[in-house]
């Protein structure tokens, strides 16, 4: 769910909360939050309700969910990473050979990246949802990653000790953020305590350095393919790059060279195409175009970015996204 | 006064032994849903309360700028449009003596508009008048 409710800007706090008694504004009001569609609901043998709340800033909130009845469908996350826990009720996500059954008070994490169905029942929740430029930076900093997409292992059961520390540090940042608005600074240390505490607990993948860029004569270099992971989503060229990392176009273009055989308009185009791919592999063939990804990340002669993309991955996009 | 009195919680200490299993249920941070509620829509902010509240025979809108909100009672409102915005969020505008309007999140117009069809029904407007 991207949208909490939260109708303030940017770092502001904000406790909201959506719940009522009709099964049709219910199933609106998750499609429309949860960008997702065809949800299916049904009354169970609760009178119906649901409620849903949210406290928190833009970059971490902590949400509640309650639904007295069933619900189905699917969801496709968006700019997020998502870790929640039953605390009554029955449920499981990515219906099929991957599913995961929610055990009660057991913390799961959404599956990143990809459309997944689910089915809940009866069922009150507690969430986090993490924005997803923000968890990526933590990562960055936490793990020495490079800035970037994150693809946690929503299979993986977190071992128990790994749990215990999940519960003792969600415990206390509910503490803080629920009671009563914190200051701007502590609401900046909890996000990021329960960032690593998530960053700790469920199993994933970020994309490591190349060891060349470890050297320490290296560090200007390493700083501008930072930048580009950080920023290649923005409009940003190899001049925008130099300037960032305080080096002359010429002496930026000199070290992609020497160190990674490339150029850094190259590596741009190459981090860009990374994000294509990895999007094509999990968006739905029936609802996502490839034209509408590649132009999204930047590429805006098709045949010329499909020819490029064949090179790289040996395959056409749209097989990639039929995957 | 604000309709629902925000109340300082206390998260209950972890129970000894009670081993890695979460328990607290984050919905007990808020009030109680009142029994007349159809639906609600609000956000609390250091700003002040922003959104809407639909009971079975009232509309109440709450904005920043005033600190009360704005009953209006069922039998008197006239007519009521949702205006999407370009901004992520929409517009709820309710007619009755003089027209009133609070702002949501876009996400959630299409729960509210049910919510106004329940209590209003036929009373949506396609256009509003200057």
């Keep these: ?86 605390t009554g009720g029955e449920g499981a996500m990515d219906l099929g050979p991957d599913e995961v059954a929610f055990d009660l008070g057991k913390p799961r994490v959404f599956p990143t990246g990809k459309r997944f169905t689910f089915e809940f029942s009866d069922y009150r929740q507690n969430l986090v949802h993490f924005r997803a430029e923000f968890l990526e930076k933590v990562a960055a900093e936490h793990e020495g990653a490079l800035p970037g997409p994150i693809h946690f292992e929503h299979s993986v059961t977190p071992d128990e000790d790994a749990l215990a520390r999940w519960k ?22 909890v996000n990021r305590l329960a960032a690593v505490a998530m960053l700790d607990t469920f199993a994933h993948r970020t994309t490591g350095f190349d060891p060349v860029l470890l050297a320490p004569r290296n560090a200007r270099l390493r700083e501008a393919v930072e930048y580009i992971h950080a920023n290649a989503r923005l409009p940003i060229s190899a001049a925008d790059v130099a ?39 999990n968006l739905d063939p029936d609802v996502n ?22 090179e790289k991955y040996g395959e056409h996009p749209s097989d990639t996204l039929r995957r | 006064m604000p309709r629902h009195p925000s109340q ?72 009521w449009a949702i205006i999407p915005g370009d901004d992520g969020t929409a517009e709820v505008a309710v007619c009755g003596d003089q027209e009133r309007r609070a702002r949501i999140a876009a996400g959630f117009a299409g729960a509210l508009t049910v919510a106004l069809n329940e209590v209003l029904p036929e009373k949506q407007l396609t256009h509003l008048s200057d």
Excluded at chain 1, 293 to 305: D, I, K, M, N, P
């Design chain 1, 1 to 86: 769910m991207s949208d909490s409710g939260v109708v303030s800007e940017g770092d502001t706090y904000a406790k909201s909360e959506t719940s009522g008694k009709s099964m049709d504004q219910a199933r609106a009001m998750y499609e429309g939050a949860y960008n997702g569609d065809t949800f299916t609901t049904d009354t169970t043998d609760e009178a119906f309700a649901y409620r849903y709340t949210s406290t928190g800033n833009a970059d971490m909130t902590l949400r509640s969910s309650m639904f007295l009845g069933s619900i189905e469908g699917s969801i496709q996350p968006q700019d997020e990473y998502v870790v929640a826990w039953l």
């Design chain 1, 168 to 189: 003792q540090t969600i415990t206390s940042v509910a503490k803080t953020v629920l009671g009563s608005e914190p200051a701007p600074l502590l609401q900046a240390e």
């Design chain 1, 243 to 281: 300037k960032a990392v305080d080096l002359s176009p010429r002496g930026l273009q000199q070290a992609f060279s020497r160190q990674l055989g490339t150029t850094p308009t190259e590596y741009i185009r190459a981090v860009r195409l990374e994000h294509v791919y990895a999007e094509l592999l």
């Design chain 1, 289 to 310: 175009t490839v034209a509408e990804v590649a132009r999204r990340w930047g590429f805006t002669h098709l045949s010329r970015f499909a020819g490029a993309y064949a």
């Design chain 2, 8 to 79: 300082p919680h206390q998260l209950p200490a972890p129970a000894e032994g009670a081993g890695t299993m979460l328990t607290d249920d984050w919905a007990d941070f808020y009030d109680a849903i009142p029994d007349d509620l159809v639906f609600e829509c609000t956000a609390d902010t250091r700003a002040g309360r922003e959104g809407v509240c639909v009971f079975q025979n009232r509309v109440e809108l709450d904005s920043p700028t005033s600190e009360h909100p704005s009953v209006l009672e069922l039998e008197k409102i006239t007519g």
